[in-house]
């Protein structure tokens, strides 16, 4: 994969532009088409590959260059007099070090490694804090505790240097919280503390072109780009400066009262929060007069635990100064900061619909997605489809394969395509919200400004039998364009940013096959769509399931808190809250909000090895729904065929829950059965662990398809299974499946909205 690249959005509006970042490593030359993406499952059961290259003035051949993507969050203070003048000082912070036997890392640090000049507080190559002075010439002093410090728990920390007699006192010091899981004993305590004083000959040089970072240290600056190395893991807490030596008594005052003698920045992490959480999260805030604001490079994890966390408050809104810390990973990455190569201007008349840059060098080729949307305030249809990008992102360069339960899971081996291997390799390219950080905590973050090899047309997925994501929504995408419907597309985001304003000149909206993530504005706005006398088509199973936010500034970037659900990975205590709002996290389910309310369906159970059927219930007999079952026997099994495990109830089902907010006046038309024993139900559904919950045996493992009006001739249709749209074009396109679904379509959309008040 010596081509790969990603676009500056995933949603375009026509008229506008959009701009491609793309690393071409070991040749001199590409070349890029547009193309429209219609199907993109090269299964050869299947109807195949389908792109359609469209005309572009972006279309022809362009120079290739490599480019480097530099993981690892940081926070750089802009170099200033005061730093630069500084001779006397002292360094200090409260950190939890998560993996502190990695290497070098620093902590506080105006430290140039190119030059061997500057100053810092670093953890060392054996695990202990250390006071750092450099040159320039050749010559480093290093003062360290002595000390080696655990994984895992918090420490008072700090250095200090008096430039007229030398003297350099290092210590570090663990501090004990009330909602500590591991209680910590005087004699432990006495074994981590470390404090040594020694005079040193070597005064750091003063470097007037290197900033301060935290959480690492200036490796070299190479043309614009300044390289960030000893990258630390774990979180840091009150970070403070001052230009004299102050003694360990007079640091541990200042931590919690900066206005003291000789402090020169005294950095609060929770500063910049609002009622509504950060709105500028990579903002950070210096409260001492000298203003020395720093920024948050990748966006490291706020909306976290300080060293003063009580257990008492949950969420850091109530009580920010708990909240005072900032978790760094060596892995996070917000954007890969490329430059640009190439500017597509999308012409006014361009057709709405999914697209791709498909970039070819040599043999290798690469697709980058987009999604082009009608101009604000328009629409060229009847029928919108929402690409659920938020899904997407969520998922973004997975690495299912690498999960030690993955075989189990699956009930399979995983198939392990070129794409898995490359991620394996090259951890740069950045985490999904399914995997954790390389020291162990969890990823709550994901963002489009990267390559995300997962989100690409031809990619089989290995946590499906067949495809996943956007390949597996391009099987609706090719149903609804061999059959001559007219639609227009949208992206979730898009529905977020501007509400059922989006929505409401359409008579039908249809989501994705798994439209998971989801943000209060888009189930907000999906509802009121329903209740003006829109009509939705939910088309898979497990959506509008974990809450979701938007980076306030840059939508390109979601976050997730994971917990009380089926997760890959368990928010800390106090750390359930979204750092970009403020509000809980976890699942829609337990804020009121089940899947139930949205589209009448909700997720129950999971299998990833072989789909199955729908039989018909009673209630499809009924003549108000006769409509939908035109043309279809009353004994046919539905959808015991399909590219997705080889039927169209399979990988994650929905069902029906008066309890959570099924309706009572719905329609259950049809339920699968005879899933294997690799299904499960899924954990929100159980109080207690225990046998018989497995698809052989439980009679929750199903999805149901359903149907029911809503207020002003609305209606909703959910068909509950991932796996559905994979049967939509078996047998040339001439099946129940098919058939069921066109009349639904046909139906919602040749209604006129608003005016028609009797149920459909």
């Avoid at 990579?282 to 706020?302: E, F, W």
């Avoid at 305030?377 to 938020?390: E, F, K, R, S």
Wanted: proline share 5%.
């Amino acid at each position: 994969m010596t081509i790969t690249g990603y676009a500056d959005n995933l949603s375009v509006e026509q008229g506008k532009t959009i701009t491609f970042m793309v690393n071409c490593d070991g040749h001199s030359k590409y070349t890029t088409t547009i193309v429209r993406l219609i199907h993109g499952d090269t299964n050869p059961a299947g109807p195949g590959f389908k792109a359609e290259s469209v005309k572009a003035h972006v279309n022809g051949e362009y120079q290739g260059r490599a480019q480097s993507i530099w993981t690892g969050s940081y926070v750089i203070v802009p170099d200033n007099s005061i730093l630069r003048e500084l001779k006397s000082m002292s360094l200090q912070a409260m950190i939890f070090p998560t993996t502190p036997d990695k290497g070098v890392q620093g902590l506080l640090t105006k430290w140039s490694d190119a030059e061997q000049a500057g100053y810092g507080l670093f953890i060392d190559d054996k695990n202990c804090v250390s006071f750092w002075s450099g040159d320039g010439r050749g010559q480093v002093a290093k003062v360290s505790t002595g000390k080696p410090i655990t994984a895992k728990h918090w420490y008072f920390v700090g250095a200090s240097f008096d430039a007229a007699t030398g003297k350099v006192a290092v210590f570090q010091k663990p501090v004990v919280r009330k909602a500590d899981g591991i209680l910590i004993q005087p004699y432990a305590l006495e074994a981590m503390s470390g404090h040594v004083e020694r005079h040193i000959e070597i005064l750091p040089r003063t470097n007037d072109h290197i900033p301060l970072i935290m959480a690492g240290y200036v490796k070299h600056i190479d043309r614009k780009t300044t390289i960030i190395d000893g990258l630390y893991n774990g979180k840091i807490d009150r970070p403070r400066m001052a230009n004299v030596a102050l003694t360990y008594e007079e640091m541990k005052l200042c931590a919690e009262n900066p206005v003291r003698k000789g402090i020169v920045a005294a950095w609060d992490f929770a500063a910049g929060g609002t009622p509504h959480g950060f709105s500028r999260p990579s903002d950070i805030i210096d409260i001492s007069p000298n203003r020395m604001h720093g920024k948050a490079v990748n966006l490291p994890t706020r909306a976290v635990t300080g060293y003063n966390w009580n257990g008492t408050e949950h969420n850091f809104i109530h009580a920010p100064e708990q909240y005072g810390a900032i978790h760094f990973h060596d892995d996070d990455l917000s954007d890969a900061k490329w430059e640009a190569d190439f500017e597509f201007h999308v012409p006014d008349d361009f057709r709405s619909g999914v697209y791709a840059a498909h970039l070819i060098a040599e043999d290798e080729e690469e697709y980058i997605p987009f999604f082009v949307r009608p101009k604000k305030g328009t629409h060229t249809a009847d029928i919108v489809w929402i690409a659920p990008t938020a899904t997407y992102l969520a998922y973004a360069n997975s690495r299912f394969q690498d999960l030690p339960i993955t075989e189990v899971m699956f009930g399979r081996a995983p198939v392990v395509t070129g794409t898995d291997l490359f991620l394996q390799k090259h951890m740069e390219y950045g985490l999904s919200t399914y995997e954790v950080h390389s020291d162990g905590s969890g990823v709550c973050y994901s963002s489009a400004l990267r390559p995300i090899l997962t989100m690409r047309p031809k990619y089989r997925a290995n946590i499906s039998p067949s495809v996943w994501g956007l390949p597996a929504d391009l099987h609706l995408i090719d149903w609804l364009t061999v059959k001559g419907y007219s639609f227009d597309v949208i992206t979730d985001q898009d529905l977020h940013l501007e509400g059922v304003g989006i929505l409401e000149s359409y008579k039908v909206a249809l989501t994705g096959t798994h439209p998971e993530y989801s943000s209060g504005p888009m189930l907000d706005a999906i509802q009121a769509y329903q209740h003006m006398g829109g009509r939705v088509m939910y088309m898979g199973a497990n959506g509008f399931y974990w809450v979701t936010q938007f980076h306030p500034e840059n939508p390109n970037i979601i976050e997730v808190r994971k917990n009380y659900g089926s997760q890959a990975w368990r928010a800390n205590p106090g750390e359930l809250h979204l750092s970009f709002t403020g509000e809980l996290g976890g699942l829609w389910r337990h804020r009121g909000r089940p899947p139930q309310t949205i589209c009448g369906t909700g997720w129950a159970s999971e299998g990833f090895d072989v789909s199955s059927y729908y039989r018909r219930n009673p209630d499809s007999f009924d003549s108000r729904v006769a409509w939908i079952f035109r043309g279809i026997g009353d004994d046919e099994l539905l959808g015991d065929f399909g590219l997705v495990g080889g039927g169209a109830a399979g990988l994650e089902l929905d069902i029906c829950d008066s309890e959570l907010g099924t309706p009572s006046h719905a329609f259950i038309l049809a339920s699968s059965e005879n899933h294997s024993n690799v299904y499960m139900i899924v954990l929100e559904e159980l109080y207690f662990n225990l046998s018989g919950v497995n698809g052989i045996e439980h009679p929750r493992v199903r999805g149901d398809m359903v149907y029911y009006p809503t207020r002003n001739g609305g209606a909703v249709f959910s068909v509950s299974s991932i796996a559905y749209c994979g049967s939509l074009s078996h047998n040339n396109y001439n099946n129940n499946i098919s058939t069921i679904t066109q009349n639904v379509l046909d139906k919602f959309s040749s209604i006129v909205k608003y005016r028609e008040r009797d149920p459909i």
